[in-house]
């Protein structure tokens, strides 16, 4: 009652057994250099005092709820219900016994909202949409769209109910399912016109500082203006929130479905290969696990190491002239991303520069 009435936020309260030495110093710096372009040791004041000025931080010395899932060293440990559980089913049941991938998602808020993004990513479909074959492609829904309902169920979720958020793909649709009904009697028609509720009015701040997140009831308006198909489910008997947005089941690919690499390059010199969906997820799965363990690959970048290897595994005798025209970069840049796929031992490469081929590090007997 307290909560809904706007007079208790319990991500300003602390957590047992916690103090500053489970925030994470790495974080907390590139935080400060952001937001205030200067150290934390520039303000005058004591730790203590400059982390509770900001919030990481109650009375007690606790590290606060919201401080704990933006800044903390592994806030799963501390916090293991606040995960959030993904999952990409075959078919369009929640009973499901088939699936083609399911993760627990862990780590900060702004780690986990990048981990969520991921695995939309690697489980969705990308389509030409217009652009040049050589592209990556668009997701075939609206990533504006996901990214603010991602966000808003990892900010806008009822922190006092133990339960993790949801993010269930289905050939035909996906699912974000958040703890916690609307607040203060909020209804769906409501939140669709951009009207908003600050239910954890700190972790939206912190938010609105180390993610794309900006709040102001914008982002419900910005994800139906994409052009998406959305629907929102306002279940106050389970105490739920559930975003879903529609997929175009035509698109969707089955478990017999088949990806062929194939550009106007590639025909001239005969290259025609198909590999199969699954060996795609396995593939930009083992980059992801890479990107994660680096602070040094961009989004673009990680992108361009997940075709790589696709283009190595469809043909493992491709030569770097090779890679370079059908990626339409120069050799240099084809061994660049090479060099890094050896360095990670993701790729190897067996015989000769001419005659010799490459082959993904664990395929090797």
């Known amino acids: 009652m307290f909560h809904e009435s706007g007079q208790y936020h319990p991500d300003k309260e602390g957590i047992a057994g916690t103090s500053v030495e489970d925030l994470n110093e790495r974080i907390i710096d590139a935080y400060f250099e952001r937001n205030f372009h200067k150290p934390k040791d520039a303000f005058g004041l004591t730790l203590d005092k400059l982390y509770k000025n900001i919030g990481f931080v109650n009375d007690k010395g606790e590290v606060t709820l919201a401080g704990m899932l933006f800044f903390g060293n592994h806030p799963e440990?501390?916090?293991?219900?606040?995960?959030?559980?993904?999952?990409?089913?075959?078919?369009?049941?929640?009973?499901?016994?088939?699936?083609?991938?399911?993760?627990?998602?862990?780590?900060?808020?702004?780690?986990?909202?990048?981990?969520?993004?991921?695995?939309?990513?690697?489980?969705?479909?990308?389509?030409?949409?217009g652009?040049?074959?050589?592209?990556?492609?668009?997701?075939?829904?609206?990533?504006?769209?996901?990214?603010?309902?991602?966000?808003?169920?990892?900010?806008?979720?009822?922190?006092?109910?133990?339960?993790?958020?949801?993010?269930?793909?289905?050939?035909?649709?996906?699912?974000i399912i958040s703890p916690g009904c609307l607040p203060n009697n909020m209804t769906v028609e409501q939140i669709e016109l951009g009207n908003s509720y600050p239910r954890n009015p700190l972790i939206a701040n912190f938010c609105a500082k180390t993610m794309v997140y900006r709040g102001l009831g914008s982002g419900i308006l910005r994800a139906t203006n994409e052009g998406a198909r959305i629907e929102f489910i306002n279940d106050e008997v389970n105490d739920k929130f559930t975003a879903i947005i529609y997929r175009d089941e035509r698109k969707v690919s089955t478990e017999e479905d088949k990806v062929q690499i194939s550009t106007d390059k590639v025909q001239k010199t005969g290259f025609k290969v198909q590999i199969s969906i699954d060996k795609v997820r396995n593939l930009k799965n083992k980059v992801q696990v890479f990107v994660q363990?680096?602070?040094?690959?961009?989004?673009?970048?990680?992108?361009?190491?997940?075709?790589?290897?696709?283009?190595?595994?469809?043909?493992?005798?491709?030569?770097?002239?090779?890679?370079?025209?059908?990626?339409?970069?120069?050799?240099r840049s084809a061994k660049e991303y090479v060099d890094t796929l050896q360095k990670a031992n993701l790729i190897v490469r067996e015989g000769s520069k001419k005659v010799g081929s490459w082959h993904i590090a664990e395929d090797i007997n």
């Open 77 to 129: 440990w501390k916090l293991p219900q606040f995960i959030v559980k993904a999952v990409a089913f075959v078919g369009n049941e929640l009973g499901g016994t088939k699936y083609r991938d399911s993760r627990d998602l862990e780590g900060t808020l702004p780690e986990v909202f990048d981990m969520a993004m991921n695995f939309c990513e690697n489980n969705l479909h990308h389509v030409q949409a």
């Open 131 to 175: 652009q040049s074959f050589n592209s990556i492609g668009k997701l075939e829904v609206s990533r504006i769209a996901l990214e603010e309902l991602i966000q808003n169920a990892l900010v806008h979720r009822l922190y006092i109910i133990d339960a993790p958020v949801r993010l269930l793909i289905f050939d035909n649709r996906v699912e």
């Open 293 to 331: 363990s680096t602070q040094a690959i961009t989004e673009r970048k990680r992108q361009i190491l997940e075709t790589t290897m696709i283009l190595i595994s469809a043909k493992p005798s491709m030569t770097l002239q090779d890679l370079a025209k059908q990626m339409g970069v120069s050799l």
